[in-house]
């Protein structure tokens, strides 16, 4: 919620809320061994990343990343609580009690981070249209340019466009015939 609330509402029990320090800006909850879900990772506006149970809300563990809001979270490792989490400057961090420090700074992303997934050994980013896949030391394995497609469309519309107002100039630059009055003979 805008206050900094967050609340678990099961379809059956009671209605858990607590408040955050500050608003949440991402949640990702994680299903246990029993396969319900049973912890909840919320990432907030001031770059912390609080990992509550569910369903009481306990906090079992916190982590603070520089860079701003936190804009997505992954979890690398359920068991082991290992989470990716990218920032609003693009800063992408791996946090959790098996890290050394607790908290690693991965690499910056060149822009915003809509989302972060793992996929084997690349981390694949999408900011808006864009993707782009990483190595695990920050090195670019692939770029995907989302945008090119509106582009081209963009420039197949100006040409259509241009077509459409010089024909137009072309006719409306045409000397039109004289129309003669002819009397109607009846």
Same mark, same amino acid.
């Given at each position: 919620?805008?206050?900094?609330?967050?609340?678990?509402?099961?379809?059956?029990?009671?209605? %858990?809320?607590?408040?955050?320090?500050?608003?949440?800006?991402? *949640?990702?909850?994680?299903? #246990? !061994?029993?396969? $319900?879900?049973? =912890?909840?990772?919320?990432?907030?506006?001031?770059?912390?990343?609080?990992?509550?149970?569910?369903?009481?809300?306990?906090?079992?563990?916190?982590?603070?990343?520089?860079?701003?809001?936190?804009?997505?979270?992954?979890?690398?490792?359920?068991?082991?609580?290992?989470?990716?989490?990218?920032?609003?400057?693009?800063?992408?961090?791996? %946090?959790?009690?098996?890290?050394?420090?607790?908290?690693?700074? *991965?690499?910056?992303?060149? #822009? !915003?981070?809509? $989302?972060?997934? =793992?996929?084997?050994?690349?981390?694949?980013?999408?900011?808006?249209?864009?993707?782009?896949?990483?190595?695990?030391?920050?090195?670019?394995?692939?770029?995907?340019?989302?945008?090119?497609?509106?582009?081209?469309?963009?420039?197949?519309?100006?040409?259509?466009?241009?077509?459409?107002?010089?024909?137009?100039?072309?006719?409306?630059?045409?000397?039109?015939?004289?129309?003669?009055?002819?009397?109607?003979?009846?």
């Amino acid at each position: 919620m805008d206050d900094g609330s967050i609340a678990w509402r099961p379809h059956l029990g009671t209605r %858990v809320q607590m408040k955050l320090g500050a608003v949440a800006t991402v *949640l990702l909850a994680l299903k #246990g !061994p029993t396969g $319900s879900y049973d =912890v909840v990772a919320v990432g907030d506006a001031t770059g912390c990343i609080s990992i509550l149970t569910l369903p009481r809300l306990d906090t079992v563990d916190k982590f603070c990343i520089e860079g701003g809001i936190v804009r997505s979270i992954y979890a690398v490792s359920e068991s082991s609580g290992k989470f990716l989490a990218a920032a609003q400057d693009g800063s992408v961090w791996v %946090v959790g009690t098996d890290v050394p420090g607790r908290v690693v700074h *991965l690499f910056t992303h060149t #822009g !915003p981070v809509t $989302s972060l997934r =793992v996929h084997g050994d690349c981390i694949l980013i999408q900011s808006g249209w864009n993707r782009r896949t990483y190595d695990w030391t920050g090195e670019t394995t692939n770029v995907f340019d989302g945008t090119h497609h509106f582009k081209m469309k963009q420039t197949e519309r100006a040409n259509r466009r241009a077509r459409i107002l010089e024909s137009e100039q072309l006719r409306n630059d045409k000397v039109q015939p004289l129309m003669l009055d002819l009397p109607a003979i009846g």
